[in-house]
């Protein structure tokens, strides 16, 4: 069965420095996969997927992740965060269209001053 | 894209009680997927729901505590029976993508059991 591993708990990151989290998965084939941002009290919001194709893929509000199928990783990636980045964040992978997603346990994300 | 409304969105309930969920999307889907999000946690998937068959449960989660209907292919209930506190959650409905396998989410619904 697939699965998701997402390393870090809680990660603080300096507004304006770069951004890395870090996103292991367990499936035997190429998987379809995904970060998800979920704000305090808001709903998920989808970052960015890969399924196919370039293994760099560039999603909203600046992020971009990598996937990389030697390592098994799907690292997402910002260049400068900003304080409204602070937010919960997902990885989730799926086996093809239209089947369930498992999540990772998620990182957060705090920005500091 | 998909654009998925729950309702209620929030509630506080007391133990023993039932509480129905509603999820409407406003396109026709075959799947539906429900999940649960426990205080601090990530998504666990209860149930995928298709319309005009049983749920299909994932382990752990059973018909008799988390009944499910889909009537149609655009609506689906979950209901949370003889609550607890540990059913305090975040129930989120989704719906997958066209052929890329993303999920849409709802906005979710947060019970609270005392």
């Known amino acids: 069965a697939q699965s998701v591993t997402q390393p870090d708990i809680h990660i603080t990151v300096s507004e304006g420095a770069s951004l890395e989290l870090r996103c292991n998965y367990s499936y035997g084939a190429t998987p379809y996969l995904f970060w998800y941002v979920q704000s305090p009290g808001q709903g998920l919001q989808l970052l960015l997927k890969?399924?196919?194709?370039?293994?760099l893929v560039q999603g909203i509000k600046g992020f971009e992740a990598e996937f990389k199928r030697s390592q098994s990783s799907f690292n997402l990636r910002k260049p400068s965060v900003h304080w409204s980045d602070a937010a919960e964040y997902f990885c989730a992978v799926g086996v093809k269209a239209g089947t369930a997603l498992i999540f990772g346990k998620g990182t957060t994300l705090s920005v500091s001053s | 894209s998909a654009v998925i409304s729950q309702k209620p969105s929030r509630d506080i309930c007391q133990r023993g009680t039932s509480l129905t969920i509603q999820c409407q999307v406003d396109s026709q889907v075959t799947m539906m997927f429900w999940y649960r999000q426990q205080p601090g946690q990530s998504l666990t998937l209860i149930a995928t729901?298709?319309?005009?068959?049983?749920?299909?449960?994932e382990s752990g989660f059973v018909i008799d505590k988390f009944p499910i209907s889909r009537p149609n292919l655009t609506f689906s209930t979950l209901t949370v029976s003889n609550m607890s506190p540990e059913d305090s959650s975040i129930y989120l409905c989704?719906?997958?993508?066209?052929?890329?396998?993303?999920?849409?989410f709802g906005e979710g619904s947060r019970l609270t059991v005392l």
């Open positions: 989704s719906v997958t993508g066209t052929n890329t396998g993303e999920l849409f």
């Open positions: 729901a298709n319309q005009g068959s049983e749920a299909t449960y």
């Open positions: 890969y399924f196919s194709g370039d293994t």
